[in-house]
């Protein structure tokens, strides 16, 4: 009898028996091997990446029974205060965070895409020394219509006391993030992280409730033919970014893809290489992306996997933002694809 290679080899139900060889690394665990530390920092770590699972865990919940149930989908008739129309889910997703956090007894302000100031919770102040930064959910024009989703995140040490609740320290560069990442929302949902110490990816497995590592150490492709901007905008853009597109049109092999949910497009970059771009327009000088809780965030994460981030003018890691919520364009991607949008921008070609 002829044997199975060891790959077919099937357990009693069925089941390829290597999908049980995973080492089942889980989040709070890896957080604390790449610390090397059992040391109060590095369980404060542990904890916070923890609860942001958490939070990932409700909302991929909600979403994958959105459809089932009444008053989760649409729009609540408000708009926030980016001007943008706010829906359910934004509302859903932002308080989850708020809710996990102010049981996490470590951080102390939360600032959202979707609230004007930061959120405080004053009970955690006196220990809490982080704060959240996070967009709850990234691409919210796919809500409706069951398709990729994200959240956004950033973990700040507070910096100085913040008596009368300005937040003046959170104006900072992106260099001060000591965690960034983004929880997907696809078929599976992954999580994926930096602590700066390389990136990481994570698989919700629904049946453990656990997100599982998937990939260690990431690295992004020096290059890639795929490009990734809303070409809509294109009489929006600065004649540099139109020579730019129009070059990619006449050069064989670029390809271009576009999901209307930026943590999409930029896992699909940071596995297979290529540039996302969301250049300012004449109307939105900064482009629509939020420096701290939507760019930064990403910047950190994709640097640390050797690719690049940059406004076209400067990293986005140098940006010092003047408020909350500034906006700044971005080009973001693999290390070659990137400095080719530069180039257009500072020489023309
Ligand atoms: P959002 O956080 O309000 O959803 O805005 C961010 C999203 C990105 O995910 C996406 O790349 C971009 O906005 C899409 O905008 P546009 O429809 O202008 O292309
Ligand atoms: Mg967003």
Redo the contacts with the bound molecule.
């Keep these: 009898m002829t044997q199975a290679p060891e790959s077919l080899n099937l357990s009693m139900n069925g089941v390829p028996e290597r999908s049980l060889d995973r080492d089942c690394t889980t989040l709070s665990r890896h957080v604390l091997q790449q610390l090397q530390s059992f040391g109060p920092q590095a369980q404060d770590l542990s904890a916070l990446m923890n609860r942001i699972a958490l939070a990932g865990k409700l909302i991929s919940r909600r979403l994958s029974h959105a459809g089932l149930m009444e008053g989760v989908l649409g729009f609540t008739g408000e708009v926030n205060v980016?001007g943008?129309s706010v829906k359910k889910m934004?509302v859903y997703a932002n308080d989850v965070f708020i809710s996990v956090f102010k049981q996490s007894g470590l951080v102390c302000r939360l600032a959202s895409?979707e609230m004007e100031k930061p959120y405080y919770i004053p009970e955690n102040c006196p220990i809490g020394r982080y704060t959240l930064l996070y967009?709850p959910?990234?691409?919210?024009?796919?809500t409706d219509i069951n398709l990729s989703l994200?959240s956004i995140f950033s973990i700040r040490q507070q910096e100085g006391e913040d008596l009368n609740g300005e937040a003046k320290d959170l104006l900072a560069n992106g260099r001060n993030q000591i965690a960034a990442g983004y929880i997907l929302y696809g078929p599976s949902t992954m999580l994926v992280y930096t602590i700066g110490k390389g990136v990481h990816s994570f698989t919700l497995d629904p049946s453990l409730g656990e997100f599982i590592l998937t990939e260690e150490n990431m690295r992004i492709p020096q290059h890639s033919p795929i490009y990734s901007v809303?070409e809509?905008?294109f009489w929006q853009w600065d004649e540099s970014i139109r020579e730019y597109i129009r070059y990619v049109h006449r050069t064989e092999g670029y390809t271009s893809r576009?999901?209307?949910?930026?943590?999409?497009?930029i896992h699909r970059i940071l596995i297979q290489g290529g540039v996302?771009l969301?250049p300012g327009t004449l109307s939105k000088p900064d482009g629509?992306?939020?420096l701290l809780y939507?760019t930064a965030p990403l910047a950190f994460l994709i640097e640390q996997a050797g690719g690049r981030a940059t406004t076209g003018h400067m990293e986005i890691l140098d940006v010092v933002p003047k408020k909350l919520h500034q906006r700044t364009p971005l080009i973001i991607g693999s290390p070659k694809d990137v400095a080719k949008v530069e180039s257009f921008i500072q020489n023309g070609h």
């Design positions: 980016q943008e934004d895409e967009d959910i990234d691409g919210s024009s796919n994200g809303n809509g905008n576009y999901s209307g949910a930026m943590v999409s497009d996302f969301y629509k992306l939020r939507e």
